[in-house]
């Protein structure tokens, strides 16, 4: 391969992390000027606020009317505890993982809460698992809709009926805003703030389906709930949690922030053109990898390919036969290089995931940044692996 120098063009917003991911275009921090600083969340204007946060998120995502929707701590990671800890033990339940985000609400399952009837479903780094294995009908299920570290998604949700005697749980923290939730097939649906519309971190999303609110009311967990994680009172829903009235203190400049993704969402067309950014954006690293001779994506199957946290592997014979540490070793430092040169900055894969790349392309990134970043991306391998085999 003939080494050649860098290229000229430059993305013009080098942030392609998978979380905290890029700003929307145009931000600046005097978008947030009016948030309510120094006040109390409890006051009428943080409720206010809080409460429109909640009434954009059904606009933009359509969640139907009779779900709820409450904002809730520690981002996605808390929003998906809060649903296990109070919900899973009325009935077995299929735990799906082909990623390490999966692999984490297994352990909490099966090791934490110790669930008598917990049954795994597991697929390798780059697969999903058998989808016909999963018993959707008379079992609880909990599942990542896309999976951000193997760049793996569910191509829809067909696999689950809508007449179900359980409670579906899905992680969609790196799907919501950039792929099309089935409503009706998911009970608690979660995700954080930072992802697709790059929000600020700290904060989760937590929708409940009335069969959700139904589980709440109707089953006692047998173990200890921190107050965090309390939905109910009496046994009935804490319904202030779904208009607003948070648990705990939220950051009203992170809200401020919120509201203004929302707002820069709906002014491109709302979910649809959130969508049609995301699959825009991802279409140019696949349509890349395609005529790329050294990379391939982690996703085997084009059905399941992530339009958010594309991941990719390295796949150049000379360097596969090197072995799986040279091949790690060659990812480290392409990524190295790039974020030296300002033009690419957390593009590594998950410390947990097979060595390579992972670029995110959820609608806040430019298409522009992206058909910039596949030269750089070209130039630093083939400047490594000069290297590694000179």
């Known amino acids: 391969m003939t080494r050649h120098h860098a290229p000229e063009a ?29 006040r109390s969340h409890r006051a009428k204007v943080g409720k206010t606020k809080l409460a429109q946060a909640i009434d954009l998120t059904r606009e933009v995502l359509r969640v139907p009317d009779d779900y709820r929707i409450g904002i809730v701590p520690a981002s ?6 809060m649903a296990m800890w109070t919900m899973l033990g009325a009935r077995g339940v299929d735990m799906l993982a082909w990623e390490s985000f999966g692999e984490g609400w297994v352990t ?25 294995q999963v018993d959707a009908a008379t079992r609880d299920v909990v599942f990542t809709w896309n999976g951000t570290t193997s760049g793996v998604r569910v191509p829809n949700a067909d696999w689950i009926p809508a007449e179900r005697e359980g409670v579906v749980i899905c992680d969609a923290t790196s799907a919501a805003f950039a792929q099309r939730l089935d409503w009706d097939k998911l009970d608690v649906v979660t995700f954080s703030w930072q992802k697709v519309l790059g929000g ?31 939905l109910t009172k009496g046994g009935k829903l804490i319904e202030g949690i779904f208009k607003g009235e948070t648990i705990n203190t939220p950051s009203m400049l992170a809200v401020e922030d919120y509201l203004d993704a929302l707002a820069w969402a709906k002014s491109i067309g709302g979910l649809d ?29 084009p059905a399941t390919l992530s339009n958010t ?38 593009i590594g894969a998950y410390r947990d995931a097979p060595p390579g790349l992972r670029i995110w392309c959820g609608a806040t990134v430019e298409r522009a940044d992206l ?13 490594e692996k000069a290297a590694l085999v000179a």
């Open 10 to 38: 430059r993305p013009r917003a080098p942030y392609f992390s998978s979380g905290p991911c890029a700003k929307r275009p145009g931000w600046t921090l005097q978008a947030l000027e009016d948030a309510a600083l120094g």
């Open 76 to 81: 996605d990671t808390g929003a998906v505890e």
């Open 371 to 383: 058909e910039a970043l596949t030269a750089w991306l070209d130039w630093a391998f083939e400047e």
């Open 309 to 346: 946290s594309v991941c990719l592997t390295i796949d150049d014979p000379e360097i596969v036969a090197l072995g799986q540490e040279a091949v790690a070793a060659l990812a480290k430092k392409m990524v190295s290089r790039l974020e030296g040169e300002g033009v690419a900055f957390d």
């Open 200 to 230: 600020e971190a700290a904060h989760g999303m937590l929708i409940l389906s009335p069969r959700a609110v139904a589980r709440l009311e109707s089953f006692k967990p047998p173990r200890p709930l921190p107050k965090i994680f309390r």
């Open 108 to 132: 909490d399952a099966v090791k934490q809460l110790a669930l008598e009837d917990a049954r795994v479903i597991t697929a390798d780094y780059g697969f999903l698992p058998d989808l016909s």
């Open 273 to 301: 053109g959130l969508v049609a950014r995301a699959d825009a954006n991802a279409g140019t690293i696949h349509d890349w990898v395609a005529r790329a001779d050294w990379v391939a994506n982690l996703a085997r199957d």
